[in-house]
């Protein structure tokens, strides 16, 4: 039974101007032990996606369509009351899933010590004393590499560097063994070694943690070392998803090929030049069916302004939504 199990999960956003589509149609799942990379540009509905997961959706946000399960319990919004809902989800949070955000100075209260925010999470979610839950805070810290536990634990966020602070973010995240942890951008705003420090850290608690984790990023980068399988968004919608293998080197979608080429290879004895993808991500809001993709895509032909691509699988693990994809394409643009 896979840890988290999402089907056809759709969530808008009303405006004054109408519904924002920021989540259309989105099916995947996470095994235990397994890491999930979602990638895509900004406003492609990745964090979105986690938001609504999580029972985060700002106060016009709603899930309209879709399934969403943990561990085999169905948490979809829609079978709840938004009363009983907001109490599932208040003793879910932190507890079966956990989220590790992009900027730890907005998670941090500044005015409470590392201490104390670290060890209210254990004792809201495990029957243990206040003694039981400074050790276990204690023993997290020093997990996620935090010197000297025993005196940070009595200090401010301010009083740690950037990267510090995003490993008590890991910490809190890891507080009561969730299934699920989703990572959103937890590396944006580090520099190049700390990031590296941060993906090290994340991928050696891989190994030792049974959980589940998504991680959320535009850059295939961050992804490429840590990820068992990948899903790739485009305007609200996943186009491709396959094993870390089958995106990298065997991508079907022509949106999973223009992100690899904004990226530079190290492997590679001659650098070539990098070609970013022309024109801008769809208006969620004015969102026509048919392939997100059409109007910025080299290869699009006369179908995919019409209707939207059928998915074809490849593999069992690869799939793609692209018209492309279908037995009569010519591969070129009409």
């Known amino acids: 039974m896979a840890m988290l199990e999402v089907n056809h999960l759709s969530t808008e956003f009303k405006t004054e101007n109408g519904a924002v589509k920021a989540v259309r149609d989105v099916s995947f799942k996470v095994e235990k032990g397994e890491v999930l990379g979602i990638v895509g540009e900004s406003g492609s509905g990745k964090s979105q996606t986690m938001f609504s997961i999580m029972g985060l959706l700002s106060g016009n946000g709603e899930v309209t369509e879709g399934d969403i399960k943990i561990d085999g319990k169905d948490i979809s919004p829609k079978n709840y009351s938004p009363?009983?809902?907001?109490?599932?989800?208040?003793?879910?949070?932190?507890?079966?899933?956990?989220?590790?955000?992009?900027?730890?100075?907005?998670?941090?209260?500044?005015?409470?010590?590392?201490?104390?925010?670290?060890?209210?999470?254990?004792?809201?979610?495990?029957?243990?004393?206040?003694?039981?839950?400074?050790?276990?805070?204690?023993?997290?810290?020093?997990?996620?590499?935090?010197?000297?536990?025993?005196?940070?634990?009595?200090?401010?966020?301010?009083?740690?560097?950037?990267?510090?602070?995003?490993?008590?973010?890991?910490?809190?995240?890891?507080?009561?063994?969730?299934?699920?942890?989703?990572?959103?951008?937890?590396?944006?705003?580090?520099?190049?070694?700390?990031?590296?420090?941060?993906?090290?850290?994340?991928?050696?608690?891989?190994?030792?943690?049974?959980?589940?984790?998504?991680?959320?990023?535009?850059?295939?980068?961050?992804?490429?070392?840590?990820?068992?399988?990948?899903?790739?968004?485009?305007?609200g919608k996943v186009v491709e998803s396959g094993t870390a293998d089958e995106i990298f080197y065997d991508p079907k979608h022509p949106y999973t090929i223009g992100l690899l080429s904004c990226i530079s290879n190290p492997e590679e004895k001659e650098k070539k030049e990098l070609h970013p993808i022309p024109g801008s991500p769809p208006d969620l809001l004015n969102i026509e069916n048919y392939c997100p993709f059409a109007d910025r895509c080299e290869k699009a032909m006369k179908i995919c302004k019409m209707r939207m691509p059928e998915e074809k699988q490849y593999s069992n693990t690869h799939t793609c939504s692209c018209w492309l994809s279908h037995p009569l394409a010519q591969g070129k643009g009409e």
């Open 83 to 235: 009363k009983d809902y907001e109490s599932l989800m208040s003793s879910i949070r932190g507890n079966d899933m956990a989220m590790i955000f992009q900027d730890p100075m907005t998670f941090l209260n500044p005015v409470l010590k590392i201490g104390t925010q670290l060890i209210e999470p254990i004792l809201n979610h495990n029957d243990v004393s206040k003694q039981e839950a400074e050790a276990r805070a204690i023993e997290l810290m020093r997990k996620v590499g935090i010197p000297s536990p025993e005196t940070r634990l009595n200090q401010y966020p301010f009083e740690f560097s950037g990267g510090m602070r995003q490993r008590i973010i890991i910490a809190i995240a890891l507080a009561c063994n969730p299934k699920i942890i989703i990572a959103d951008e937890p590396t944006t705003a580090l520099d190049v070694t700390i990031q590296a420090q941060v993906l090290d850290l994340i991928a050696h608690l891989k190994d030792e943690i049974d959980s589940g984790i998504i991680m959320i990023t535009h850059d295939l980068g961050v992804v490429a070392s840590i990820c068992d399988r990948i899903n790739i968004m485009y305007g």
